[in-house]
Structures are given as structure tokens and as C-alpha cells.
């Protein structure tokens, strides 16, 4: 389904966890090495993306992967992403903290909405804003495939929005969990790629 089936003021551009925390250097995931070139691409290709559909009416929003701080600012971490990622600590995904925030290439986001799994809708004002603001169509993007994406796409889909995944403007640390991921989510989104939705935006707009 072509985007222009529902109009850029009723489409959002949602950008799963693109913080600095997981992309930046110095981030959470910077410092012990946990970083792959196909994720630190993404924010330079989704950017032309988001002035585009901002400039034709629509909305870019972002999730930003939290975690709360608990006793003593400690953060509470599942133990099954404890397991995963025993070097994340204190300070890290803190909320308002800079590793929270969205990158500086796609700064600022419209409107953003914090998250504590996987999914953007799960626990978290996001179906409200969206609702709020008459989004109808999400554009998908962001980090990872398999996972935050994945789980959001498919919450979107029960809640019957429109929903296109942008193949080359998500990622995951695996180029073969990545397209495992996409293939996935072809019975629940339409699978386009950045330059084709960015045609397709223009196209509207100068119609």
C-alpha cells in the first residue's frame, strides 16, 4: 500500500530507540564496543525522511528505551536483559540524561514517549499521542529489527494502524537477524524502503 493512501498530516514517522545511549560512542553501548556500522548508519539516511514528512504536515515521533531509576538511582533491569547486557549501569537510559535522548542528527522529534520493553505501546502513553493528534499511518524505523521494532510493529497492527517498515532504515546487530526480522513482519506491514517513501512524500506534496 502506497503511503499516499493516507494523508502525510494524518502519518508519523515513529524512530524506535535511535538514542544516544545505544548509537553514540560514549553511549551505553558505545563504550564496551556493542555497536555495528549498519545501526550508526541509520540516523544520516532517516533524516531527509523526517524533514520531508514534517515539512508536508506529518509528525516524527521517538521512543526512547528507559531505564527507571530505582533505590539509590540504581536502574531496574530485567534479569533477562541483565543477562544479555551485564554492562549497562547506573546513569544509563537515565530519563532526561543525554544518553536517553534522541541522536543530534534527528533532534528534535515532534513528540516522544519513554518505553520499558519492547514494545512502544506497552505501558506508555504512546496509542494516546498518537490518537490525540489523528496519526492514522506509522512509518517505522530504528533499532532493532527483531526486537523493539518487531514487537512495535506488530502492538501497531492489533491496533489497527496503517503501518509501513522502512527495510534500510532499521537494523539490528545481525545483517541476517535483520532480514529474518523483515521477512516476519511482511503479513502485518507494507515493506518499503527509505528513498521509495521519500519519493512517494515529495510526490504528495507537490501535487
Known sequence: MSIAAVPTDKTALLIVDLQNDFLHPDGAYGRPGQSVPEIAALPGR?????????????????????????????????????????????????????????VDALQPADLSVEKIAYSAFYMTRLEWVLRKTGIERLIVCGIVTNGGVASTVRDAHVREFEITVLEDGCAAFSPTVHRTAIEALRPVAHIARVAEVLSEIRAEAGA
Open 46 to 102: 532517516i533524516k531527509p525522511l523526517a524533514a520531508a514528512l514534517r515539512a508536508a504536515g506529518g509528525l516524527v515521533v521517538s521512543t526512547q528505551f528507559t531505564l527507571v531509576p530505582g533505590r539509590g538511582g540504581e536502574p531496574m533491569i530485567s534479569p533477562h536483559l541483565k543477562a544479555l547486557r551485564p554492562f549497562l549501569k547506573k546513569g544509563d537510559f537515565l530519563p532526561g540524561a543525554w544518553g536517553h535522548q534522541l
